[in-house]
């Protein structure tokens, strides 16, 4: 049994049944987050880019756990010098690995590196494991490749910001479900500070009344079955 749990902003758990797969760990300092970093284990983490908001956690709990660290190719690299087990990956590109496949889509966004002066190119995740298509977009905005995404992949869940100024908000995220046409919607990246406060309810009616996916709002803390 596939299970989810939210770690709040853009930080997931993912229990595939025989792997735990991290994606953007922020932990330490996400005023969402209800354990700590130390307290999480995993075999792999999937980065989208080397902002502090996503990256996060990511170099300590992939040394402790000797975790393997999927993500571009050039902050692959900075891993690379920093001690951490890495794959790197490009946008496009899909690959097997034992805890399920990997492809990396585009994400319109910015590409700094928290603690190191290097920028790299943001992506996002089609996730592949145990029958279901999990799609987490990154940082992004709404951009018209989700029409291409919704039509070669059949999405169980897709992972979507709504909270502005960074990202989509909630208008924008509305127009993405109706490109990627998943089973479900999980909103992210809001009410993490007050700059990206959105109401999960407006968005969850508004998609609900205009599509046929469903939206599940998973509360920071919580885990779910997917
Ligand atoms: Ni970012
Ligand atoms: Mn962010």
Known sequence: MASLTYYGHSAFGIDTGSHKVLIDPFISGNPQAKISADQIDCDAILLTHGHG?????????????????????ELAGYLDSQDVKNHPMNIGGWRQFDFGAVKLTPAFHGGAVEGASITCVPCGFLFFFDGRCLYHPGDTSLTIEFELIGRMNRI?????????NFTMGPEDAVEAVKMLKPKEVIPMHYNTWELIAQD??????RVERETS???RIVEPGQTVQL
């Open 213 to 215: 996916t469903k939206v």
């Open 156 to 164: 169980s869940t897709a992972l979507l910001p709504i909270g502005d």
């Open 200 to 205: 999960p309810q407006i968005f969850k009616k």
């Open 53 to 73: 908001d996503h990256m996060g956690d990511t170099i300590s709990i992939a040394r402790r756990c000797g975790a393997l660290v999927v993500t571009t190719y």
